[in-house]
């Protein structure tokens, strides 16, 4: 009989997170003997929460906000995409009881993007990032590493950009807020990294006369599932991909590092994803 494991959802806070439901779907398609639980843990505990996974025999965990950079410190040895980005997503508890670290969040953006609209290639042309938090770092990144020729990055505080690009160089060049719906001119792909269109937020404030009609836009909000941003563009005829996917589909390699299956991100589980998104 194969032995219970446990794995589950470190950040703070956690009780809004979809993760559950999602790894839960998993485990019963599967028949996996297992559980994956939501853990609110308040900054100043999480060293003692990630030894404590060892301890109680978890295989692991994901990480969210706001501890993706502090866990990053604190695991044994984290892989090549988490050093580039300076954060974590993913802790495997390994044979020996040491922690490995892993940043998925990249990978779970470009297979997003791969669903929404097969057609896209980082190569087409210019890539228009806004935002310059976590969720940006983890886009710009996997965009350059994916051969993106140009990854304008704006923010409306330039000075968090300017670090940004000055961490990855490249191909990552910063543009004043002030001339963003001019920055899409000519650009392949719109990636949304902010809250603006979240469910309370305000819309996102973006003019899109300048974007071409075949540039990708994409929005990581996935509540609500198709935001004033998608919507505009929509109607214009862009190609436009949200963001539960991205959800999706970075839990697929944590799944598989813990429960040893690669998981399949299926029409019903997006249905039953979906249904909990007001």
């Known amino acids: 009989m194969t032995a219970f494991r446990a794995a589950g959802l470190i950040g703070n806070p956690v009780s809004q997170s979809r993760s559950p439901k999602l790894h839960g779907y998993w485990l019963e398609r599967y028949g996996i ?23 109680l025999g978890f295989v692991g965990c994901n990480v969210t906000i706001p501890h993706k950079e502090a866990a990053f410190r604190l695991v044994d040895r984290v892989d090549p995409v988490g050093q580039r980005m300076g954060a974590i997503n993913l802790v495997v508890v390994e044979a020996d009881g040491t922690l490995s670290g892993y940043n998925k969040d990249g ?8 669903d929404g609209n097969p057609s ?9 990032v806004l935002g310059a938090g976590g969720s940006a770092r983890s886009v710009a990144v996997s965009l350059m590493e994916e051969g993106a020729p140009d990854v304008r990055l704006l923010n409306r505080t330039r000075a968090r950009a300017e670090q940004l690009a000055q ?13 963003r719906h001019e920055a899409l001119d000519g650009a392949a792909l719109l990636v949304n990294t902010t809250n603006q269109g979240m469910v309370g937020q305000p819309p996102l404030d973006l003019r899109l006369d300048a974007l071409p009609v075949a540039a ?31 959800l999706i589909h970075q839990a697929r390699p944590a799944f598989k590092a813990w429960f040893g299956i690669d998981p399949e991100a299926t029409p019903e589980l997006r249905a039953i994803l979906e249904a909990t998104i007001k």
């Open 216 to 246: 990708t836009v994409c929005d990581i909000v996935y509540n609500p599932l198709v935001t004033p941003l998608l919507v505009a563009a929509g109607a214009r005829g862009n190609p436009v991909v949200g963001g539960l996917g991205m």
């Open 107 to 114: 990978y779970g953006f470009i297979e997003n993007l791969r």
């Open 167 to 179: 961490e990855f160089g490249g191909v990552v060049r910063v543009m004043d807020w002030e001339a």
């Open 120 to 128: 896209w290639r980082a190569e087409l042309g210019p890539a228009v």
């Open 33 to 55: 003997a297992g559980a994956y639980l939501p853990m609110p843990v308040v900054p100043e505990n999480l060293e003692a929460a990630l030894k404590g996974l060892v301890a």
